[in-house]
C-alpha cells in the first residue's frame, strides 16, 4: 500500500510540475506575442510596418544593382536585415543596417553572429539621423510618405555617384532621377541616381 501511494503521489508531482510548466510557457508566449505586436505598431507608426522582402526577390535585385566588393551598402528600416546580410554573405559588401525597432535589430545581429558576418553594423536608430555620406548603394523598402520625406536628406547627404534603390514604391518627386525599373509583382523595384 505504501508503495502505491508513493507511486500515486509521484505521479501526482510530475502532473502538477507539467502543469505550472504549461503555465510558465503560456506566459511566456503572451509577454512575447504582446511585445513582438507592440513594436510592430511601434514600426508602423514611425512611418513603416515591418514587411521583409521575399528572400528570391532579395536575391534578384542585389544581381540587378550588380554590387562590388568593399562598396558600403546601407538598408534603412532594415527589419531583419535580410537583405543587408545578404549583401555582405554574397557580394563581400560593408553592410549598414538601420532600423528603429531593437527586436529586430537583436533578431538580425543573432542572425548575423551565427552566421559568423563581420562587415555588418546593425543599428537601432531613426533613418532620419543616419549620416549617409559613405553610402554607395542604398536600399529601401518603405511607405511612400516616408520616401518621399527622404528626398532632403538624400540630396543634401549622398554622394553624386550613389544608387538608391527603392522596392515597392516609387519615389514621389525624383521620377528624374529613375535609372530603371523592375517590374516584379506583387512588388516593383525602382533604381535612382541622385541628381
Ligand atoms: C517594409 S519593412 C522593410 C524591411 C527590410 N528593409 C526588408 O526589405 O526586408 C520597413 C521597416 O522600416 C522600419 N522603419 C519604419 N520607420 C522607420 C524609421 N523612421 N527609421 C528607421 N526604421 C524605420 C520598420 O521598423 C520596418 O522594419
Known amino acids: 500500500l505504501i508503495y502505491l501511494k508513493r507511486i500515486y503521489y ?9 502543469y505550472i510548466l504549461l503555465l510558465l510557457l503560456e506566459l511566456a508566449f503572451l509577454i512575447g506575442f504582446t511585445v513582438y505586436t507592440i513594436f510592430l505598431i511601434y514600426s508602423g507608426l514611425k512611418g513603416s510596418p515591418y514587411v521583409p522582402t521575399k528572400s528570391k526577390e532579395a536575391e534578384f535585385i542585389l544581381k540587378e544593382i550588380g554590387l562590388e566588393k568593399n562598396k558600403v551598402f546601407y538598408d534603412l528600416g532594415c527589419g531583419d536585415a535580410r537583405v543587408v546580410r545578404k549583401a555582405v554573405s554574397q557580394y563581400h559588401v560593408k553592410g549598414v543596417g538601420i532600423d528603429v525597432n531593437p527586436i529586430l ?6 542572425l548575423a553572429r551565427i552566421r559568423g558576418l563581420k562587415d555588418i553594423k546593425l543599428k537601432v536608430k531613426n533613418l532620419f539621423d543616419t549620416d549617409l555620406s559613405q553610402a554607395d548603394v542604398v536600399y529601401l523598402f518603405l511607405m511612400p510618405g516616408l520616401l518621399k520625406k527622404l528626398i532632403p536628406k538624400f540630396e543634401r547627404e549622398l554622394k553624386k555617384t ?4 527603392s522596392h515597392g514604391f516609387l519615389i514621389e518627386g525624383w521620377e528624374k532621377n529613375m535609372v ?9 523595384t525602382y533604381f535612382y541616381r541622385r541628381p
Open 105 to 110: 535589430i537583436t533578431y538580425a545581429r543573432f
Open 162 to 165: 550613389a544608387l538608391v534603390v
Open 180 to 188: 530603371k525599373k523592375i517590374p516584379h509583382t506583387p512588388f516593383p
Open 10 to 18: 509521484t505521479t501526482e508531482m510530475i502532473v502538477a510540475g507539467l
